[in-house]
């Protein structure tokens, strides 16, 4: 069993910066895949990004490549969403989520485990 609690969301102007932060329980996290999704008001739970066990591969939506950095410090049992240059349409409840074996996927589908959310919220 793995418990995630995410944490860092807030109201931000665009063009800013916001790192998301989720920590996870359980003795087993770093052997986990990790994913970030995100669900704005009205529209389906979107894959954002994904990094493997290791921390070595990650896996971008094309809307947040290059804006959006994921890592993770499996010492800490935590997994981090850096946000740069935000937009409007970044505007969502953001969701950590565990896979539960070695390989990341970006089908919401395949993931066991997942937080409560935390919402970011990008002005115009």
């Known amino acids: 069993q793995v418990q995630l609690v995410e944490s860092g969301g807030e109201l931000v102007q665009a063009g800013g910066s916001l790192r998301l932060s989720c920590a996870a329980s359980?003795?087993?996290?770093?052997?986990?895949?990790m994913g970030w999704f995100r669900q704005a008001p009205g529209k389906e739970r979107e894959f954002v990004a994904a990094i493997s066990w290791s921390g070595i591969s990650t896996d971008y939506a094309d809307s947040v490549k290059g804006r959006f950095t994921i890592s993770r410090d499996n010492a800490k049992n935590t997994v981090y969403l850096q946000m740069n240059s935000l937009r409007p349409e970044d505007t969502a409840v953001y969701y950590c989520?565990?896979?539960?074996?070695?390989?990341?996927?970006?089908?919401?589908?395949?993931?066991?485990?997942w937080g409560q959310g935390t919402q970011v919220t990008v002005s115009s």
């Open positions: 359980g003795r087993t996290f770093s052997s986990y895949a």
């Open positions: 989520a565990c896979r539960g074996t070695s390989y990341y996927s970006q089908s919401a589908y395949d993931y066991a485990y």
